[in-house]
């Protein structure tokens, strides 16, 4: 398979507790986002790579919120000490030098 | 700041008829994209048309085209000879050349009925 890929697909976790999530990139794609979905809404902007450094945030990335990508390739998002408004779909897109973005499957999280 | 709105929650179309569904944005850039993209229930979003803003021409691919009225900051989606399949939530998004960072909007859930 040659698109985007998400790992794990659904989380389940109390609050309080950290996660990660990994995203796989389209090969020679050099530039990785993640977006935010919550129910009824559209994906919300989080963060972008181009290639390992990351060149913007959102304010929805508050501290508790870290992403990476080292070595270019493949990028994790962690969030710790999970809160209740947490809970959403995260999605990992990656799009080639001229642009337009393709998304991954996203990872549903769930805080308890 | 830029925005994105789309104004219609939720439309219905007969199937092989032809629906339009509406986005407006706001920018002070001169230079962007426009994207439809396309998320079925629990699958991933697709990318459905994308238009440059600096080409006049509008969009198509098959039966999906676009208007594209950059004076009026409008950019509609037209599906011709709806499907079964065509029933998702439809996604506006505007992206600033550069940084390609997107900003959607609410969302249009279509229904298609047989």
């Known amino acids: 398979d040659t698109g985007v890929s998400q790992d794990p697909r659904h989380k389940i976790t109390k609050r309080g507790q950290n996660v990660t999530f990994r995203c796989d990139p389209i090969s020679e794609h050099n530039r990785l986002y993640w977006y935010r979905q919550t129910l009824g809404q559209g994906p919300e902007f989080l963060t972008y790579?181009?290639?390992?450094?990351?060149?913007?945030k959102s304010r929805l990335l508050s501290d508790r919120f870290s992403a990476e990508r080292p070595k270019g390739s493949f990028s994790t998002l962690e969030i710790q000490r999970t809160e209740q408004g947490d809970s959403a779909m995260y999605l990992c897109?990656?799009?080639?030098?001229?642009?337009?973005?393709?998304f991954g499957p996203g990872t549903r999280l769930t805080v308890l | 700041a830029q925005t994105v709105t789309q104004s219609q929650p939720e439309m219905s179309v007969q199937e092989a008829e032809t629906v339009t569904l509406s986005c407006t944005y706001d920018?002070?850039?001169?230079?962007?994209?426009l994207f439809w993209y396309k998320q079925p229930p629990s699958r991933q979003m697709i990318l459905v048309i994308r238009?440059?803003?600096?080409?006049?021409q509008n969009a198509t691919e098959n039966r999906f085209s676009v208007n594209f009225q950059k004076a009026a900051k409008s950019f509609s989606l037209k599906i011709s000879d709806s499907q079964l399949g065509d029933a998702a939530m439809y996604f506006c998004?505007?992206?600033?050349?550069?940084?390609?960072?997107?900003?959607f909007g609410t969302g249009t859930r279509l229904k298609v009925l047989a």
């Open positions: 998004a505007y992206g600033r050349t550069g940084t390609y960072k997107y900003i």
């Open positions: 790579f181009q290639n390992e450094a990351q060149l913007e």
């Open positions: 920018t002070s850039e001169s230079d962007y994209y």
């Open positions: 238009q440059e803003a600096y080409k006049q």
């Open positions: 897109a990656s799009s080639p030098p001229g642009g337009g973005q393709f």
